[in-house]
């Protein structure tokens, strides 16, 4: 089988394209990668959500699916819309990394006694909604500024000193195996700083009438990782919202859901843990208790 996969042209995900890749060309596949550049890539001065639309870092890649110029794309999850274009369906997902988020703390505005370990004012840099409102709602002494760029890009501006500390998602550095030694790293435990919705997996996008492709990828399908990501990205479709919702759902081994959410990132996250046997519906009780009148308390 001979399979044209389509990627972003970053750092990362070209790691992402070429993790699928060997194992698909262990399975005796033919593989090729093409990048395509996105407007995520293109637009580089506006924060996520000042950039009109919903898929920035998707869009082009699944226009190339659809006009048979690629047949396989490959996606950090969290980048996609809850609901698929016509004509495109996911075929599989891989297994998760790590899906905490990571806080790099530059060594001359680390103060042990404060929170986080962040001296009071510092500026903080992240361009994610959800991070914004996680951190307003647990470290209010501090100053948050968006960032932009791929990961070896922000972790440079942080060495620069435009930043005192960064957030960054910690699959991401790990794929990239990038040394951390400079700085104060702190992880999160995603149970009570709650990582975007199937953030640590890889979406791989096919077309839809490709039933060839679509059988020979379930050899390389983590469904243990697809069961607790439906629920997760079940919750951001209720919410009929993309990436930049300030909304965190983790769904985590023993099927806990935890949440973290707000209006707007400048009222800071409430959060929650559900526990229910009826998985099936627990995505419905969460955003039930997210729109109502009393969501505040929830």
Request: aromatic share 6%; glycine share 6%.
């Amino acid at each position: 089988m001979q399979i044209r996969i389509g990627s972003r042209g970053s750092d990362l995900a070209l790691w992402q394209a070429h993790h699928i890749k060997n194992q698909l060309e262990n399975l005796g596949a033919a593989v090729t990668i093409t990048i395509i550049k996105t407007r995520g890539d293109a637009i580089q001065n506006l924060s996520f959500d000042k950039i009109e639309g919903k898929g920035f870092f998707t869009k082009e890649i699944e226009e190339a699916l659809l006009k048979n110029e690629i047949d396989l794309a490959v996606h950090s999850h969290k980048d996609l819309e809850t609901s698929q274009p016509s004509g495109l369906k996911i075929a599989c997902v891989s297994e998760r990394e790590d899906p905490a988020d990571l806080l790099l703390i530059r060594p001359d505005a680390v103060e042990n006694n404060q929170v986080f370990n962040l001296k009071k004012g510092a500026i903080v840099g992240t361009s994610s909604a959800r991070r914004k409102a996680q951190m307003v709602a647990l470290c209010d002494e501090i100053e948050i500024k968006d960032i932009r760029g791929n990961i070896p890009t922000r972790i440079q501006k942080l060495e620069d000193g435009q930043f005192d500390a960064i957030m960054l998602a910690k699959a991401g550095v790990d794929r990239l195996q990038i040394n951390l030694d400079k700085f104060k790293t702190i992880r999160f435990d995603p149970t009570s700083f709650v990582p975007a919705p199937a953030q640590g997996v890889l979406a791989l996008q096919i077309r839809e009438n490709d039933r060839e492709l679509h059988a020979f990828l379930q050899e390389i399908n983590h469904r243990d990782v697809q069961s607790k990501i439906e629920i997760e990205r079940k919750v951001l479709e209720l919410m009929k919202g993309g990436c930049q919702l300030p909304l965190g759902v983790y769904c985590d081994d023993d099927f806990k859901v935890h949440v973290a959410f707000a209006k707007t990132w400048e009222e800071g996250a409430i959060f929650n843990t559900y526990e229910s046997e009826d998985l099936e519906h627990i995505a419905e009780t969460i955003v039930h208790d997210l729109t109502s009148e009393n969501s505040n308390e929830f």
